[in-house]
């Protein structure tokens, strides 16, 4: 027989209250069990003894049986010292951009690469033109290189941030020229 070291659900409705139970791991939540040994009130304050009340001397002798505590009563558990600190499980590679999402944002870097590109090599005459796009353009990458584990919003976000700074010294340059004109 499988013994589970777990919460048993009582109270009213949106007023729970917990009782720490042995039972047979296949038994309903709130079913039968086999012995109660202690009680979890979330209710009460976190600083007084009432919230969370263990009989430690039976607990220790389920465990050496060979019950096994449900993750929330081991943590209770370890809280009172009788079992190690449960370990925190590894993220799975859930979390990580799809390979979609990856194949845009290499696609969203090429093309501002290429839009970076395009105005140098119109501009090598215009040599200070040329100078304030990479000063521009060095940021911008390093932003690009930074969000490219992020998802495609920002990526798409950091694309139109380049937008507007490669237009920008390419305006300013016609303008620098029409006041020289004047001067």
Do not use: C
Not at 122 to 144: G, R, S
């Amino acid at each position: 027989m499988s013994l589970k070291i777990r919460l048993s659900r009582g109270g009213a409705k949106k007023n729970p209250f917990y009782r720490v139970v042995v039972a047979d791991s296949r038994s309903p939540r709130d079913g039968r069990y086999i012995e109660r040994v202690g009680s979890y009130n979330p209710m009460v304050p976190k600083d007084q003894k009432e919230r969370l009340v263990l009989k430690e001397e039976r607990i220790k002798y389920w465990l050496g049986v060979g019950a096994q505590p449900t993750d929330r009563v081991a943590r209770f558990l370890a809280g009172a010292g009788l079992v190690k600190k449960p370990a925190i499980p590894e993220q799975t590679k859930k979390h990580l951009p799809r390979a979609k999402t990856l194949e845009r944002i290499k696609e969203a870097e090429e093309a501002a690469k290429k839009a970076a590109e395009a105005p140098a090599e119109e501009a090598p005459a215009k040599e200070a033109a040329a100078v304030e796009t990479p000063a521009e353009e060095a940021p911008a990458k390093e932003a690009a290189a930074v969000e490219a584990p992020a998802e495609e919003a920002p990526a798409k976000e950091a694309a139109a941030e380049e937008a507007p700074a490669e237009e920008a010294p390419t305006e300013e340059a016609p303008a620098e020229e029409e006041e020289k004109k004047d001067g």
